[in-house]
């Protein structure tokens, strides 16, 4: 299954290989037509290159397609054969390549059993069989009866993309999609059968990066390792492996969303500590009459950019920064009556000597110049470079 967009309104899905195979089944193509319908597409193009498979798979593509509100394009590619050509009908719109073919038979169910094991497949075959008459009968115009006598008699019929128009099956024949396609006559095509004949188109499908890997059977040993799965084995049902591997998904999806909403959790609470702190700190300033608004500016604009200081440098940064504010004291203020610094006016800190002005700072450099060298080395750990 390749899924591709054309454009923002146009999506192409290649449906390749048998029908209920692996990503092939009916659950896919509904889903992908849900989530296609979903994100905003309008227009489907299905490019189909199949030759059959399951009747019951089959049937839940035909009533996706024929439900859906898209606008959706068939254009077979090389073959639809056998259920590849039984869900056409459900499309408004079927093109084929030039070299292009259906085919169309009796449905086919290989079992086993007793007696009555085998009666109800009988029945359940003909069942079948009178749904793929009516379907062809509506899109060809043929009466029911007529077509059971013309294809599905017990062999297999092979029309080309001229006789696929003819019979309704598909709308328009277009230029041809796998290039120097050799012509098949019929006794070619019976002589390959079906499978033959669909390989004979995989090898010419577009470009070698767009070649369909061709996988009808899962590989669930491989699958299991891969996803760990418990409870299943090779020999489980692919049903049972692909819904274990869907809960294993949904599983490991679940606790990545929960790691996310934890590690959410943890970083709001961080970063709520931190605005705390912050709003600490800035209430403390502004208390201490540091946070002064120059002249043109609020506090509330202040407040703003030392709040950014803390929020991107982080709190020692904001306490540097906080460090340096305030009133600056005259020398005055530091000396005692008889001009000579006093015990108890002395700066205390080299923070507040860097609070003293231009003069002030001078003045105590040069007249107290011991507690000056004292306060300098204190900070930055040898004595002032004279």
Same mark, same amino acid.
């Given at each position: ?6 454009? #923002? ?63 959706? #394009? ?47 497949? %009988? ?49 328009? $024949? ?14 070619? $095509? ?113 407040? %703003? ?15 540097? %920064? ?50 000056? %060298? ?13």
């Amino acid at each position: 299954m390749f899924v591709r967009e054309i454009d #923002k309104k146009t999506v192409e899905v290649k449906l390749y290989g048998d029908i209920g195979g692996w990503f092939a089944d009916g659950e896919t193509i509904t889903n992908l037509l849900d989530n296609f319908e979903a994100s905003g597409y309008e227009n489907v193009i299905i490019r189909i290159h199949c030759y059959g498979g399951s009747v019951f798979e089959g049937n839940v593509i035909y009533n996706a397609v024929l439900r859906s509100p898209l606008n959706i #394009k068939a254009i077979i590619d090389g073959v639809a054969a056998s259920m590849g050509c039984f869900i056409l009908p459900a499309f408004s719109v079927v093109e084929i390549a030039d070299n292009g073919f259906g085919m169309l038979h009796r449905p086919e169910w290989r079992t086993g059993g007793n007696a009555d094991d085998l009666t109800a497949a %009988a029945k359940l075959l003909t069942d079948m069989e009178q749904i793929c008459i009516k379907r062809i009968s509506e899109c060809s115009g043929i009466a029911e009866d007529e077509v059971k006598a013309k294809w599905l008699d017990g062999t297999d019929h092979w029309l080309n993309a001229k006789e696929m128009v003819e019979f309704g099956l598909a709308t328009e $024949v277009i230029p041809a999609t796998a290039k120097n396609m050799k012509e098949l006559d019929s006794s070619m $095509v019976l002589d390959l059968g079906v499978e033959g004949v669909y390989n004979q188109y995989v090898a010419l499908l577009g470009d070698t990066k767009d070649k369909p890997i061709i996988k009808n059977e899962m590989d669930k040993k491989e699958l299991i390792q891969a996803l760990g799965l418990e409870g299943v084995t090779e020999e489980s049902p692919d049903s049972l492996v692909l819904a274990k591997a869907k809960e294993k998904q949904e599983a490991l999806a679940a606790q990545a969303a929960q790691a996310k909403a934890s590690a959410d959790a943890v970083v709001a609470l961080a970063k709520a500590e931190l605005n705390a702190a912050i709003k600490a700190r800035l209430d403390a300033a502004v208390a201490a009459n540091k946070l002064i608004p120059p002249a043109g500016k609020t506090i509330d604009q202040v407040r %703003a950019s030392y709040e950014k200081i803390g929020q991107n440098a982080g709190l020692d940064v904001l306490d540097l %920064a906080l460090a340096g504010l305030g009133v600056k004291k005259p020398i005055v203020d530091y000396l005692h009556p008889e001009g000579k610094g006093g015990s108890d006016a002395d700066p205390k800190t080299w923070a507040d000597v860097m609070a003293l002005e231009g003069a002030t700072l001078t003045a105590f450099r040069s007249e107290n110049h011991e507690a000056y %060298a004292k306060l300098y080395k204190a900070e930055f750990g040898h004595e002032p470079i004279k």
